[in-house]
Every structure is written in C-alpha cells, then in structure tokens.
C-alpha cells in the first residue's frame, strides 16, 4: 500500500511501516552525464571531483587500462574540466586542499586541484592490489591492501617510505581516521567482519566488535564509531544504523529497517547514507544527527528509474550521488 502527501511519503509493509518526510525545499538535479563509467565523486566548497573509465573492447565486465580521467566541475556541474588523463582509477577518491588522490591500477595517485603532472605516491608493481577506501588526514594517505599483503597502509602525501599499520586484514572494506586512531571493517576469509582500530603512527591491532555478517561501511564521530549493518538480512542487528564508543563498549541502534543501508558518510556532524527500497527499485539518502534526532529524510527518492547508488559525497551545500553508469547527481541539503 502506498500513501502519497506532498510531504510526506508512507510505505505500509506487512510487518512495519517506515514514514519518510521530505522537505518541500529539497532539490533532486543531474549535473553531471558522461558517456564514460563514473566510478567515484568527491566535493570540497568549490568544486566536485571525480573518476571515470571506459569498458574494455574485450570484456565487458573489464575496464579498459589507461581510459580514465580525473575530472572537476563547479558545484552545478558547469565548466567541467579534465585535470588528469591516461589514467586507470578504480572506485574510491579523496581531496584535501591541494590535492586529488585516488587508487589506481598503477597505485596510488595525486594530481593538484588545478590539474598538471600525475605524482605517484606508490606504484603497483610493488603494491599491485591496492583496495578499495582510500582516506587522507593532513599528514598521510591511507588505504586497505588486497591481494598476498592484507593490510592497512599508509604513505606521506609527499610520497616516501610507505608504511604497514597492520597486517593479516583481508581487504577490509572500509576506513575511518579519528585524531589519534584509524579504524577498519575487517573480514575473515569467511566473510564475517568486525570493527578494528589501531594508533595511526602503528600499534596492536584492537578489535572492537566482532561477528558482523553485513556490515558495509564505516564512519567515526566524537566519541563514537558508526556502522551499517545494511547487508545482514538474518542477524539480530539487520538492517541498521549501529554504534558504539569508539574505545569500545555496548552496542546501540541509531536508525533500523534501514535497507540495502550503504555509503555511510560524516559532515558538520550529521550523518547520511542510502538504502534501497523493498518490493520495488528506488534509493534514498538519509540524514540523522549523532544524537538521533530525524530531520529531512529522506533527501531523495527516485521512482522508476533508479539505479543503485555507487558513491555519495557531502559538502556543506550538498549532497553528490553517483548512480547508473555515467550520471552525478545534486541534491540541496
């Protein structure tokens, strides 16, 4: 059953109902429209960034080695610019003030904001398998290793020594720093995961929650690390929006019948992610305060014609989502 206001939207199931208010302010745009795969986006105040690739010519499921680019446009996609060619990016890409970094089958990669010469950081003959999160704070580059190596990784943004943080972590599927710590989803070779940290500077490896059959993402805020349980359809947590200290502690519920809960992202405190809707297609992304408070959720809702949500990024303004093959979207916060 489906009630429609113009505010609201109810969605009636056979075992629960999930009200989701919109605001009569929000605004649902396609700014950017390539003929190429976008496969990450990433926003300052200014501009948003981000990575495209072609398929190969013989292989469908293949990209095609050196297609990519690394792009940036105003915040309303005007004035698109490539500021890095011949490039083979794979998902994930970070800004910082100067710079672009992203994982790349060469390594990993920066080029400044303004475009020019491609710095390598790493390379992939001696890292081949970088994985797939990539995070930065105002020192390093960090990232999570496939393949024979298995760990947590960091090098200087100026390039350097490049230093093991942690090793034995089966491509762990995704990072979040703090001040002091880097946290992890980890997996066993299984496919359970958990939440595990260590000092950014390298110490023992601190596991904080253990048996997480769906867990997707991962974010810190204050004093408490976030996840997504969006995946784990027979557990005691599925579908839900999780917490707990980050020093470690009980476990709490933040959102639950959160579905397909996935790309959980901070700004200014708040916390978004998407989900996907049961029964039929269609995403959303949600908004809730650390503190639980529900405001503007969700911020978007595409009917018919809704592709899954590959990467969101947040700015102060907006909210970026990169869904089908080749299209970025804006929404107004």
Known sequence: MFSRHPKVFIFLYSTFVICYFFSATTAHKIIVSSPDIVLSVAADESYIYWSTTTLSHFSPTTYEKYSGTIQRANLDGSNAQVIATNVSPYEGIVVDSLNVYWRDVDGILKVSKNGGDITYLTHGSNYPDVGKEIVVDDDFVYWNQCGDTKSIMKVNKDGGEIIKLASGEHCAEDIALDEKYIYWLGRSDH???????????????????????????????????????????????????????????????????????????????????????????????????????????????????????????????????????????????
């Open 191 to 333: 496919g359970y995961k958990s939440i595990k940290r260590s000092l950014k500077i390298g110490s023992q490896v601190t596991v904080l929650k253990e048996d997480l059959g769906g867990a997707t993402a991962l974010v810190v805020v204050e004093n408490y690390v976030y996840w997504s349980n969006g995946l784990d359809f027979f557990g005691d947590d599925d579908n839900s929006i999780m917490y707990m200290p980050k020093d470690g502690g009980p476990v709490a519920t933040l959102a639950r019948f959160q579905n397909w809960a996935d790309h959980l992202v901070v700004n200014s405190g708040r916390l978004f992610w998407t989900i996907r809707f049961l029964g039929w297609p269609g995403y959303a992304v949600r908004s809730k305060a650390s503190n639980g408070f529900i405001t503007r959720t969700p911020l978007i809702h595409r009917h018919w014609q809704a592709p899954i949500v590959s990467d969101i990024a947040i700015n102060n303004s907006h909210i970026f989502v990169v869904h089908g093959r080749g299209s970025i979207s804006s929404i107004s916060r």
